[in-house]
């Protein structure tokens, strides 16, 4: 199977604790993008890597939150000092970014935080 | 800022039948994207189908069709022939034109059931 993948696919953590995802985007796509969704809630956009550089990143990602891309292939997400608040599901996405960029969805890593 | 809204949290429909899933949006850009991704219980969100807003035709894949009126900043998905398989979590998503920001704005979306 060539879609997105990410790991872990569920992780329980007490608050405080460090946690790191990891995303494997579709080899040829260079965008890549990650979100997250609360329970009720569409998904909302945290950051975008174009091949390794961040080119952007939301008002939500907080200093707590930190990701990379490097050499442009898989990403990873970090949250340090885990609070409740962050329990959601963390969605990848990844695209060619060209034509019409059509974003392409892993199966999310849900994050319980204790 | 571009926003997206599902007015309706929840549809169901009988299977077989026909239903129509709402959405409006917000946008000062003349230029855009529109999809409809599904979220089916604990699985990935897949997409649906997509929206070009220079093209004036509605796209349509197999049993699932759009009614794009710019205009009026709509962009309903109409589902034919509903199957068991279509139950899920139905999302509405605005994307800007390629070259800028890429990332989507999601709706709240609609959970859509499916009656045997």
Not at chain 2, 18 to 23: A, E, F, G, Q, R
Not at chain 2, 65 to 83: G, T
Request: proline residues 4%; glycine residues 6%.
């Amino acid at each position: 199977d060539t879609g997105v993948s990410q790991d872990p696919r569920h992780k329980i953590t007490k608050r405080g604790q460090n946690v790191t995802f990891r995303c494997d985007p579709i080899s040829e796509h260079n965008r890549l993008y990650w979100y997250r969704q609360t329970l009720g809630q569409g998904p909302e956009f945290l950051t975008y890597f174009q091949n390794e550089a961040q080119l952007e990143k939301s008002r939500l990602l907080s200093d707590r939150f930190s990701a990379e891309r490097p050499k442009g292939s898989f990403s990873t997400l970090e949250i340090q000092r885990t609070e409740q608040g962050d329990s959601a599901m963390y969605l990848c996405a990844s695209s060619l970014g060209s034509g019409t960029d059509t974003q392409y969805f892993g199966p999310g890593t849900r994050l319980t935080v204790l | 800022a571009q926003t997206v809204t599902q007015s309706q949290p929840e549809m169901s429909v009988q299977e077989a039948e026909t239903v129509t899933l709402s959405c409006t949006y917000d946008t000062s850009e003349s230029d855009y994207y529109l999809f409809w991704y599904k979220q089916p219980p604990s699985r990935q969100m897949i997409l649906v189908i997509r929206q070009e807003a220079y093209k004036q035709q509605n796209a349509t894949e197999n049993r699932f069709s759009v009614n794009f009126q710019k205009a009026a900043k709509s962009f309903s998905l109409k589902i034919s022939d509903s199957q068991l398989g279509d139950a899920a979590m139905y999302f509405c998503a605005y994307r800007r034109r390629p070259g800028s920001q890429g990332n989507l704005i999601f709706g709240k979306g609609t959970k859509l059931s499916v009656k045997p």
